[in-house]
């Protein structure tokens, strides 16, 4: 049972009221709060397990085939971080192959208290010793009194891909010490000039599939958002980075008649017309996440591509900084 294991809260629920409705005030609702609240979890959860959106189910399968391989390149004690766990299903995968010839300690990270009740449930029967919290990754320096080195630090699910590189790989790289591992998987952009507009309907048909319309529109639902007074908007676009042009994913909301959204005791007008700015996703090939892993004094250990050569799971350890 969860009650037989710590969690900890460093963001409260009222607190995410108090941020939502600071977003939703200046027209914008980062990613984060779509997972909030049993609703949220559902809508992620089905989103993840359906074949309309693919990507996670692939994902852990990649993990799956390959975790034996991972757990024998790692310490024989460590102290495992997963960042935005969900409902823990492939951590699980991870603890079990780990267990087998290491003593682990299991710390689940999520922005929502019902996906780290899951993960501790999931795991509950495996004799480790663990540790929930209820937290964002910018609270990463906030949970490094917790945990001991040698850490793994696990962003899996795509996880990477919602954050600017720059920003994620250099807190990463901060809060771990020398020695700590890196574990993450994404999903890649990796079509040739002449697949590039097929690739483009594929992705657009999966973005756009009813279960990614509701999961993304879904916390403004749940507070008074009628599905017909808004459009769900997607665009890829070319961006530039530091190895060269990728593609990021940017969702937009758009509000097609008056309504209003309440938020505890408060209440925020929305007019038509109304663009409610959401997260991005990145999109990258092989050769920039090495790129980006070299420039931010990342060893990559190990890593595994799904059979299609679209999907990537990567060992990385930090090194001391070079010059």
């Known amino acids: 049972m969860v009650s037989a294991f710590r969690k900890i809260e460093l963001v409260t629920g009222e607190e995410l009221d108090a941020r939502l409705l600071s977003f939703l005030t200046q027209r914008q609702m980062p990613d984060y709060f779509l997972y909030l609240g049993s609703t949220g979890a559902k809508r992620w959860l089905d989103l993840a397990r359906s074949n309309e959106f693919p990507i996670a189910t692939r994902l852990t399968e990649l993990l799956r085939t390959n975790v034996h391989s991972l757990a024998h390149s790692l310490p024989r004690a460590i102290d495992v971080v997963s960042i935005g766990v969900g409902d823990g299903q492939k951590e699980v995968l991870l603890l079990k192959a780990l267990k087998e010839r290491s003593k ?14 899951e993960a501790l449930e999931k795991a509950a029967d495996l004799g480790v010793k663990m540790t929930g919290f209820v937290a964002l990754f910018e609270d990463l320096p906030r949970l490094q009194q917790y945990w001991r080195p040698p850490v793994l630090l696990c962003m899996l ?46 992705f657009e048909r999966a973005y756009h599939s009813d279960l990614n319309i509701r999961f993304n ?33 940017e969702k937009f909301i758009e509000i097609l008649r008056e309504t209003s959204i309440t938020i505890g005791q408060s209440e925020v ?8 700015r959401m997260g991005f996703t990145y999109k990258y090939n092989a050769s920039q996440i090495e790129g980006y892993l070299q420039h931010y004094n990342f060893n990559m250990k190990k890593r595994f591509f799904s059979e299609d050569g679209g999907n990537l799971l990567v060992l990385a350890q930090k090194v001391l900084m070079t010059d």
């Open 104 to 117: 682990v300690r299991y710390f689940p990270v999520d922005i929502s208290s019902h996906m780290v009740n």
């Open 157 to 202: 699910g795509n996880n990477i891909c919602n954050y600017a590189p720059e920003e994620l790989l250099s807190t990463v790289f901060r809060e771990l010490e020398v020695g700590d591992y890196f574990l993450f998987d994404c999903h890649l952009f990796a079509p040739q000039p002449e697949e590039e507009e097929q690739w483009r309907e594929v």
């Open 217 to 249: 529109i879904g916390p403004l639902m749940d507070r008074g958002l009628r599905m017909e007074d808004c459009s769900f908007k997607l665009d890829l676009v070319k961006v530039d980075s530091l190895f060269g042009q990728t593609y990021r994913t």
């Open 269 to 276: 007008r929305l007019a038509a017309g109304d663009i409610i």
